[in-house]
């Protein structure tokens, strides 16, 4: 089941946090840069996967860390141009994808809870009305709580039912 909910993301009590990122990400924007800073050496094993898995738009990684905290990184994004380091943009084909790769590692771990932003409309460029009908249609049917921040208000916990 999905709850829209409001609020900051990092205070959520969902088991874990679903973010977009691009291949090699530098995570130096949005919440993507708040999760680097609070865990650096997620930024780092995010890089080592990527390198050792040949990875491509679509796909999913999981972060286990201190305290259970779990973080998947969701590849909606082509990966950052080495030579002007721009970030590569999302499409809603990766956004699909990892979505899909996203119940797989639900599924696969157990997942009782799950938060993710407004995937992909920041860094990503996608525009809400196009993302949001993905998320439902791929979440909409899980017995877990989904929790998706819609509404960004820094240093607020969201009233998240079912926790």
């Not at 305290?67 to 699909?96: C, F, M, P, W, Y």
């Amino acid at each position: 089941m999905i709850y829209r909910v409001e609020g900051d993301i990092l205070l959520s009590k969902a088991q874990a946090i679903a973010h977009g990122v691009g291949i090699n990400d530098p995570m130096d924007k949005g919440l993507a840069l708040e999760l680097h800073n609070k865990y650096p050496s997620m930024h780092k094993d995010f890089h080592r996967w990527c390198h050792m898995h040949n990875t491509k738009p679509g796909e999913a990684w999981m972060w286990g860390g201190p305290d259970n905290v779990r973080l998947i990184n969701l590849i909606t994004q082509e990966g950052v141009d080495s030579h002007d380091h721009r970030h590569g943009k999302a499409t809603l084909v990766n956004v699909r994808h990892a979505l899909s790769a996203l119940l797989k590692i639900i599924a696969a771990e157990k997942l009782t809870s799950v938060a993710l932003p407004r995937l992909a409309t920041g860094v990503g460029d996608l525009d809400w009305d196009d993302v949001w009908p993905l998320i439902d249609e791929r979440l909409g049917g899980l017995d877990i709580p989904v929790y998706v921040y819609t509404v960004y208000h820094p240093g607020q916990a969201a009233r998240e039912p079912g926790l």
